[in-house]
């Protein structure tokens, strides 16, 4: 099954809903970088979040940056999203990695760290971007998320996000589901949210038992009558292409690149996000000083 995402609102007009099916994009980005199993559940949680919260922009050349800053052994993770439904992302130490909790489950909150901050920028093509941070509460990340809508947002939210790494290491499931609050809800529609997410079983494991993001819309919240609105498929893709490379390498200035060529003759740079490496002789060098 293709990853995907919905969004979907409840029909009485009381909180919008996104689901998504990730175990894909997620199983992608182990691969590239080779993630420890509880990175790989850190890193699976932020590019589902970052690719729920892109969706929501409108621009075809929207984007969104989604970073945890913790303090815990796997660093900074990093995710972009855009409004198309692609996103990438990276951690800074992949190969982190802590014994799981008492209960058998990863310590997601342990190795990200309750020290931190997350931050969300929004590039919407204005002069500047949009940038709202707020302190991590448990490094969990859906609960991060929660806190970081409600201080920086002010909007009341639900998020629960998960990632099922299976014997192997690989990505048996992962996906999330983002719910918003809007502002005319019912304090009694209030109560039967909350009693469903009390019950609700997480995320991955419906996902590992073969449920679709419509199914679990239904399973979860179809007492509310739900009408979808959107359904987008979304994929891990990095857009880096050997031109950008290139005018990073400019940014550093002339004397910089002679001192490349003096020391090593070559330059070779690696994209942090998809690891693919970009090799520049001293001739590409020479040729880019000129050129430019």
Same mark, same amino acid.
């Given at each position: 099954?293709?990853?995907?995402?919905?969004?979907?609102? #409840?029909?009485?007009?009381?909180?919008?809903?996104?689901?998504?099916?990730?175990t894909n994009?997620?199983?992608?980005?182990?691969?590239i970088?080779?993630?420890?199993? /509880?990175?790989?559940?850190?890193l699976?949680?932020?590019?589902?979040?970052?690719?729920?919260?892109?969706?929501?922009?409108?621009g075809?050349?929207?984007?969104? /940056?989604?970073?945890?800053?913790g303090?815990?052994?796997?660093?900074s993770?990093? /995710?972009?999203?855009?409004?198309?439904?692609?996103?990438?992302?990276?951690?800074?130490?992949?190969?982190a990695d802590i014994?799981?909790?008492?209960?058998?489950?990863? %310590?997601?909150?342990?190795?990200?760290?309750?020290?931190?901050?997350l931050v969300?920028?929004?590039?919407?093509?204005?002069?500047e971007?949009?940038?709202?941070?707020?302190?991590?509460?448990?490094?969990?990340?859906?609960?991060?998320?929660?806190?970081y809508?409600y201080?920086s947002?002010q909007q009341?939210?639900?998020?629960?996000?998960?990632?099922?790494?299976?014997?192997?290491? #690989?990505?048996?499931?992962?996906?999330?589901y983002?719910?918003?609050?809007?502002?005319?809800?019912? %304090?009694?529609?209030?109560?039967?949210?909350?009693?469903?997410?009390?019950?609700a079983?997480?995320? #991955?494991?419906l996902?590992?038992?073969?449920?679709?993001?419509?199914?679990?819309?239904v399973?979860?919240?179809?007492?509310?009558?739900?009408?979808?609105? %959107?359904?987008?498929?979304?994929?891990?893709? &990095?857009? &880096?292409?050997?031109?950008?490379?290139?005018?990073?390498?400019? #940014?550093?200035?002339?004397?910089?690149?002679?001192?490349?060529?003096?020391?090593?003759?070559?330059?070779?740079?690696?994209?942090?996000?998809?690891?693919?490496?970009?090799?520049?002789?001293?001739e590409?060098?020479?040729?880019?000083?000129?050129?430019?």
């Amino acid at each position: 099954m293709k990853d995907y995402i919905i969004r979907g609102i #409840s029909k009485d007009k009381t909180f919008r809903l996104f689901v998504a099916r990730t175990t894909n994009l997620v199983e992608k980005a182990r691969r590239i970088h080779n993630t420890s199993p /509880t990175a790989t559940a850190a890193l699976g949680r932020a590019l589902t979040a970052a690719v729920m919260m892109g969706i929501t922009m409108k621009g075809e050349k929207d984007s969104l /940056t989604f970073k945890i800053e913790g303090n815990g052994p796997i660093g900074s993770i990093v /995710t972009v999203a855009n409004s198309r439904g692609e996103v990438k992302g990276y951690v800074d130490n992949p190969y982190a990695d802590i014994p799981s909790r008492p209960d058998g489950k990863l %310590d997601v909150g342990g190795l990200v760290g309750k020290d931190g901050q997350l931050v969300v920028i929004k590039d919407l093509g204005l002069k500047e971007p949009y940038i709202g941070m707020a302190n991590l509460v448990s490094g969990e990340i859906a609960e991060d998320l929660v806190h970081y809508f409600y201080i920086s947002e002010q909007q009341p939210s639900a998020v629960s996000l998960g990632v099922l790494v299976d014997k192997d290491i #690989s990505v048996k499931a992962a996906g999330g589901y983002m719910l918003q609050l809007l502002p005319d809800i019912a %304090d009694k529609d209030l109560d039967r949210i909350e009693k469903i997410l009390s019950k609700a079983k997480p995320v #991955s494991t419906l996902i590992n038992e073969g449920l679709t993001p419509e199914e679990i819309m239904v399973e979860l919240f179809g007492e509310f009558d739900m009408e979808i609105l %959107d359904k987008r498929f979304i994929d891990f893709k &990095c857009n &880096c292409q050997r031109e950008k490379i290139e005018n990073i390498l400019l #940014s550093l200035g002339k004397e910089e690149i002679e001192d490349m060529i003096k020391k090593d003759g070559k330059a070779e740079i690696v994209c942090n996000f998809c690891n693919s490496k970009y090799l520049f002789s001293k001739e590409d060098l020479y040729k880019l000083i000129n050129d430019n």
